[in-house]
């Protein structure tokens, strides 16, 4: 799996919160900006910010999709139509 660094990230405005003397990409945000991402969905916490409900991820449990995700993708939505 290929990592996507932090930098680049914040570079695209991607907000984040610092806890845990960590640093939390919001959930939104990466999937907004980076759509061919993909999440440790194991590892998504969620944080109170400002009292709002934030779901948030460290960025080493993002990961950029690789060619061979793509075709299993796509061969899961493939639908043939019945004649």
Known sequence: MTEIK???MIAQEVRYVVAKKQTYLYIDDVKAKF???KFDVD???TFDVEGNEVRA???RHIHDTTEFDEKIMKSLM????DK
Not at 78 to 81: L, T
């Open 6 to 8: 932090i930098e680049k």
């Open 35 to 37: 759509p061919r991402t």
């Open 43 to 45: 590892k998504i916490e």
């Open 57 to 59: 991820i460290l960025h």
């Open 78 to 81: 493939f639908n043939p139509k």
